[in-house]
């Protein structure tokens, strides 16, 4: 108040000048809004993902028909796929697994800047990659019920997370490591650690899918890099011990790349 009384004064004895000094002092002694603390505002994500059966019952059969498909991709989309894989070999338990590539919270992640592209890539062009690369077969049109499934699938599964959160689980863990691949040594590991399951010759059996020939992922799938496969391998296998080595991985990963498998082509 007292302030203000000084304010006044000035004004009155100095006219239009001591009226711009008045302004002036005013704004001087006018009270700073405190800073705000400069902080992280992404939220964090946390990983509780719904089950298929408890979607509400207008959108459950899509739910389900999504599920399904990610399950069984061969039985339940099958004139887009050219293989004998299904979504859930790279993503657990149709992608709700912690373990493995996870689809929780993808409904929210996209669309995001994909390196392949060089450009953001919507969640259907990235779907359809996979069918097109990691299961060897067509690209799904957007109005189809499989695709609207499937979509229908990703956003009831990442529910309440908010949109373009942090995820820690989504993405592979990469190997660090100085380790020169080495295909030949990668053989020995294979035989004796992943044979069992996919086969001597890669073909798969009935405990674990074909990992090269044709019935494998083509040339142009992810899995097909092996810095993405080692990835893979060093978290996940063999199935539910996962205790190879980095190096191990890395070599695994290289002998299994370099064998035949389909070349990648854009079928229309």
């Known amino acids: ?29 006018m009270p700073r809004p405190a800073k705000r603390p400069v902080t992280d505002q992404v939220p ?43 979504c859930t070999n790279c993503h657990f338990d149709g992608g709700l697994s912690k373990r493995s590539i996870s689809l929780v919270g993808v409904a929210a992640s996209y669309p995001k800047f ?5 450009y953001a890539t919507d969640l259907v062009s990235r779907t359809n990659e ?30 309440d997370i908010p949109i373009y959160s942090k995820m820690p689980w989504l993405g592979q863990k990469k190997i660090k490591s100085e380790h020169t691949p080495d295909a030949v040594a990668g ?17 798969g059996t009935g405990q674990g ?31 539910l011990t996962a205790n190879l080595t980095d190096e191990q991985s890395l070599d695994v990963a290289a002998y299994v790349d370099a064998q035949p498998r389909p070349h990648f082509q854009k079928k229309r």
């Open 1 to 29: 108040m007292r302030k203000l009384n000084v304010v006044f004064g000035v004004v009155a004895a100095t006219g239009v000048a001591g009226w711009l000094m008045t302004l002036f002092l005013a704004m001087y002694w």
């Open 44 to 86: 964090v994500a946390t990983f509780a993902p719904p089950t298929p059966q408890s979607a509400p019952p207008d959108i459950r059969d899509a739910v389900m028909l999504g599920y399904n498909i990610m399950k069984h991709t061969d039985k339940y989309a099958p004139k887009y796929v050219g293989n004998k894989l299904s």
């Open 114 to 118: 994909r390196t392949r592209t060089n």
């Open 130 to 159: 996979c069918f097109e690369r990691s299961l060897n077969g067509h690209a799904l049109p957007v109005d189809s019920h499989e695709m609207q499934a499937l979509m229908t699938y990703f956003a009831w599964i990442s529910k």
């Open 187 to 203: 053989e020995t590991v294979y035989l004796s650690r992943c044979a069992a399951c996919h086969g001597g010759s890669g073909q």
């Open 209 to 239: 899918p074909a990992v090269w020939g044709a019935q494998s992922y083509n040339d142009g799938a992810g899995m097909a890099k092996v810095d993405n496969l080692a990835s893979f391998v060093r978290g996940n296998m063999p199935w």
